[in-house]
């Protein structure tokens, strides 16, 4: 499956949300034809409705790709109404949290090509991660060309088994929250030595953005932190306290990842 094989074929698109949007967008930013998507969306919005893309009438014969981004709790209504197209040439693409490949397997057909994605929430600026894994029914082609659709918004990376996607979300799925809280603490934290809130604010949300651009280069970032650290200086003396192995942060964010991934694993079982 190639990208003429895309626009010739179709693609479908259910459910355009934030993440749906973000992928759409990037979608038409890089050519591809709006007469050859099909959006389903039960409350399209006035962006949505001035893209040209083909929104709710029905989706091809046989599109390529059909991508899932609507929410879990909606999967058990969605998905039934796609059962024709299971066991066939269409690949099922899902970004939805937490729903494993045998689920779909189990509703549109044990056949059908399935890839599963875990992006993240900066996809929605085109700053995303996605891992992604495909079922025994999905050729190298087909897999490579759900790369090139979620490579839209982001980076992708391939995972060797389906049950890693448990310490994705751990990480990466779930990590953006974990960052925006460490913005709010370090905010509080400038607050609490005497800086205006507004102030401490701007400078947190600073610090972070350029210190992830900066990690996003190629160094280490264990190279970039010792960069950043003088003998004997103010960020040694506040590393001592960040790094203590047995109440700083290593502890911290291994319980943190762990509790999201394990979560992760018992949702996919309910």
């Known amino acids: 499956m190639q990208d003429s094989a895309i626009a010739k074929r179709g693609l479908g698109l259910l459910g355009c949300g934030k993440m749906g949007s973000a992928m759409l967008e990037g979608w038409l930013a890089r050519g591809l034809p709006k007469g050859s998507v099909w959006v389903t969306d ?17 989706l091809p014969e046989a599109p390529a790709v059909v991508l899932i981004a609507v929410k879990p709790q909606m999967m058990g209504d969605a998905l039934p ?51 992604i894994i495909g079922n ?39 990590g953006p929250a974990y960052v925006f809280h460490m913005i709010e603490c370090l905010a509080a934290a400038g607050e609490a030595e005497g ?27 264990g190279t970039l932190r010792r960069n950043v650290t003088s003998p004997n200086g103010t960020t040694q003396a506040g590393l001592e306290v960040l790094m203590d192995a047995g109440k700083g942060l290593p502890p911290l964010i291994r319980a943190t990842v762990r509790a999201a991934a394990a979560r992760s694993r018992e949702l996919a079982g309910d």
């Open 42 to 58: 039960p409350n399209p919005g006035d962006w949505l409705t001035a893209q040209g893309v083909h929104l709710n009438e029905g």
């Open 195 to 221: 800086l205006p809130p507004e102030l401490a604010l701007q400078l947190a949300r600073a610090t972070v953005a350029g210190a992830g651009a900066l990690a996003m280069g190629g160094e280490a970032p």
């Open 81 to 131: 109404s796609l059962k024709t197209l299971g066991n066939g040439s269409t690949v099922f693409l899902s970004v939805a949290a937490g729903i494993p490949i045998a689920t779909f397997e189990r509703l549109l057909g044990a056949r059908t090509p399935v890839i599963r994605a875990m992006p993240n929430t900066p996809a929605a600026v085109g700053r995303g991660i996605t891992a």
């Open 136 to 174: 025994a029914f999905v050729s190298e082609s087909e897999l490579e060309a759900g790369e090139a659709l979620l490579s839209a918004v982001g980076e992708v990376v391939r995972l060797e088994e389906e049950s890693q996607m448990d310490a994705v979300t751990g990480v990466s799925g779930s």
